[in-house]
């Protein structure tokens, strides 16, 4: 089942001589249950990607559709209720509130809602992460590692279509970083979770089972390792 499909997509910042095209006619489809990297150079245009499909950015030209809705459909508001609801986004900065617990960060997306969550999916997503004995913990009282574990959690508590990583792991060590990983492993296997990595390390990149290179705003490369 396809959960992605981007067609003809360009994104065009600025007019007349400083005009820069981010992205230059990319065509990309992602099935459900697929764990994809995006690897390119700083400037190579994979993060207006990521935003874009995210409906955090809107294309200049071309289609992005998500889960059968298309986003250039989406007015503002919209795009920050489906964003919310069928897009889970984890930065490499964390993007925790600071004065709410480590439970009450994961399930910011569900209040928003005035939804309850299901207790049996969060605890089974807070044990995955290895955070259950963190949960009335302030951000400020937690590693980088578990900060990432965190903003993993709020991700992925509202069961998104597509969860989009940007540089996870770029504020961690490498030990971090190897956990981060298998945690998104674990999630794409365990919970069927479809991934969308964004990095610009190949050992990062190489845990995916399918490797997209971008430069200069084009795809140059798509390889299914397996």
Same mark, same amino acid.
């Given at each position: 089942m396809e959960i992605l499909k981007c067609e003809g997509v360009r994104k065009v910042y600025g007019s007349g001589g400083s005009q820069v095209v981010a992205l230059d006619g990319i065509d990309l489809a992602v099935n459900k249950g697929e764990f994809v990297a995006v690897?390119?150079?700083s400037g190579s245009g994979k993060s207006?990607?990521?935003?874009?499909i995210g409906s955090v950015d809107?294309?200049?030209?071309?289609r992005v559709v998500v889960n059968g809705t298309e986003l250039s459909g989406l007015n503002r508001t919209q795009a920050a209720i489906f964003r919310r609801r069928k897009v889970g986004l984890v930065y490499q900065f964390y993007n925790l509130i600071p004065t709410l617990t480590v439970r009450k960060n994961i399930l910011?997306?569900?209040?928003?809602?005035?939804k309850k969550p299901n207790q049996d999916y969060f605890e089974q997503i807070v044990k995955g992460l290895g955070i259950a004995d963190r949960l009335e913990a302030l951000p400020n009282q937690l590693s980088g590692?578990?900060?990432q574990r965190v903003a993993i959690a709020r991700s992925l508590i509202y069961r998104p279509a597509l969860l989009l990583a940007d540089e996870p792991?770029?504020?961690?060590?490498?030990?971090?970083s190897k956990e981060i990983i298998d945690l998104l492993k674990l999630s794409n296997r365990n919970l069927e979770q479809t991934i969308l990595l964004i990095?610009? @390390? *190949?050992?990062?990149?190489?845990?995916a089972e399918r490797i997209i290179t971008v430069e200069d705003g084009r795809i140059?490369? @798509? *390889?299914r390792r397996r």
């Open positions: 690897i390119g150079a207006t990607l990521l935003h874009i809107r294309p200049t030209e071309g910011m997306p569900l209040a928003l809602d005035r590692g578990q900060q792991t770029g504020n961690l060590d490498r030990k971090n990095t610009h @390390d *190949e050992k990062v990149a190489l845990e140059i490369s @798509d *390889e």
